[in-house]
């Protein structure tokens, strides 16, 4: 237990490594590893932590002492990675990349020595189901450290987890008979020359397997809380209200933090701010998982010189990924809207939902925190003590309430037979996983006897959803058919590619808001627009970039209504992708370069054949997303048959040809109520019956 600013996800890597953790032993390298639950958290604290250790052998360097630290902070995230090994002594990843390496290239965590396992409390599918695969590890490796961290943890109950109540209550006496004849430890347990805690011992495997809780105290500030009377009817205004109310009625230099739910709402609230008149000179930032790098780092920058001579204050709008780990500096106001965006899976319908819903107890003291960190602040919640006091106490873990695929196909590929045999924290419903169980076979990668197929097995290593992973093993399998006609051999591959990269970002068109914009809209779509939908439009978009070789400038991003930030990380994707197509199954000399650039770029190209090789290529992994139009001039999905409209986002909705057979790859809850489709595509209603005949019987 660490209260915020008490350094759990700076400091303890540091001393960690400074007691000899990381040092290398018999010639065998070793690692300290510190989890995040989100890459932008990771990113960030690999950055903090090198920059402080450079500053650290700067100083001794002065001093002429012998200090050499640089080069041995890294990150691991998905598609992207600054890890060296045999250089990194400490390193940040998130949950779900560690879980790939257990399962693809270090099954026992050999090179690590110390495991930190930060922000537990956030509970997220990753993070259980690595809590339960770290347990496996510690049974063979009892001297693997593990430090599970949070501000708001539920200490006892991840103690209980690790260390059972009888084994406690058996290791507790032993300590107390040891207590008068043990030998007194370091602080931080110092590694010398004579420690060699790789051996192991038989005689201290039980002590290795203690568990105890610490509580750290904090650098934390006092920090007022403000209620309001009655609760807000707008959180997105009444959260911009108060900010420049705060600004102009409150002396100082410090900044304010605002919390939303939703990226949409982030945006709105600043273009609202900007609109309305205020004292003084003010900047508005975002802070939400779906910007880019670059602007995701801005309020964490030092203030430019202008701001400094202006006295610029700074505004932050950021969603719930602003409460843990990353310190945005200098807060001194925080307000709370008492919302966040959280997915909900339901199994019956197979609808995955993003539903604003009131934050937890535990999220509102993390929110509260932020003021905190470096200076006495204030915390206005936009909601009553009373609404406070009826808040559940902790959120709901991520693995009772999203889709379990990946999960088991997970816990299937370290070889547990019985999944229910599996230690979770927190079991999910029989339910979700009954649905996860009948996705896995409908997509072929479990047999009658719920073991990994052979087809399940390549499908493992894919850092994608296994829907995707079907999609694209699917590409490899028409690029190879002699039936398939040559053009669409050569850039099939290609294709789905650019439609799995696509698959990962948000927002890669911008919404126009007035009828002007509208129109502009319909002329700059006039030559990428695919009247079959989201996945062949976007598919024409890319070949704009393949066949001039460079992304688009800013200002044809800017007439195409294109979101720049998300086409550039798309296109980052689909390299790391490609790279690893072409390290597992070879290939990949027509996917991209100079022959797919003249390919997308020739009249001569057989626009029909292209489109239903992409089409059917998609429906091979999301066939069970498949709805019908209905007499009443609705879709309802073939399985369930619940009502879907297809989304004011999707091409479909505004361009789309009519057509019997719909495929969507994900849901969410729309504004005016009802299950809204994105990322939708027309198909024929036999390609289900060719692709899936094991699914669709009708």
Known sequence: MGETGCGKSTMLPRYLYENGWADDNDGAYREIICT??????????????????????????????????TGIVGYSVRFSSTYNPGTTKIRYVTDGWLLRETLLLDPLLRRCSVLIIDEAHERSLNTDLLLGVVKKIRRVRPDLRLVVCSATLDAKAFLDFFVGQKQKHEESKQRIDKKRTGKRKSRWGRVDENTDVTKKDTSSNSDLRNGTIISVDGRRHPVDIMYIKESVSNYVKSSVEVALQIHESEVGDGDILCFLPTGEDIDRAIEMAENMQTKGSVVFLPLYSSLSQKMQ???????????????????????????????????AHVIDCGFAKVPFFDPYSAFDRLIVCPISRASAQQRAGRAGRVRPGKCYRLYSEKDFENMELDTTPEIQRCQLSTLIMTIKALGVKNILAFELMSMPSSEALSHGLESLFALGAIDDNAELTELGKEMIYFPTDPRVSRMLLASLDMESRED????????IVGDILTVAAALQVRNLFFQ????????????????ILDRSGDHLTTVHLFDLCDHSNSIMSEDECRERFVNRVALKRALDVRVQLARFLCRRFGGGSNWFGSKRREMVGSNALETQERSEAIRKCVCAGYFMNAAKLGNDGCYYTLRGRYAVSISSSSFLH?????????????????????????????????????????????
Not at 484 to 491: A, E, N
Not at 512 to 527: K, L
Not at 674 to 686: D, P, Q, R, T
């Open 512 to 527: 126009p808001r007035s009828e002007r914009q509208w129109r502009s809209y319909d002329n700059a779509m006039a030559d």
């Open 36 to 69: 995040q639950p989100r890459r932008i958290a990771a990113i960030t604290l690999a950055n903090r932590v090198s920059q402080e250790l450079q500053d650290s052998e700067r100083v001794c360097r002065e001093a002429a002492i012998d200090n050499r630290q």
């Open 484 to 491: 398939t006609p040559s053009t669409v051999s050569k850039l």
């Open 654 to 698: 505004r361009y789309g040809e009519s057509s019997d057979f719909i495929l969507f790859g994900e849901t969410f809850d729309g504004s005016s109520g009802g299950v809204e489709a994105m990322h939708c595509s027309s198909i024929s209603g036999l390609w289900l019956k060719q692709l899936a005949p094991h699914y669709w019987v009708r």
């Open 297 to 331: 780092s801005q309020p964490f920058l030092p203030r430019s010189t202008d701001e400094l001579k202006n006295k610029t204050r700074r505004i932050i709008f950021a969603t719930n990924i602003a409460e843990t780990s990353v310190t945005v500096p200098r807060i």
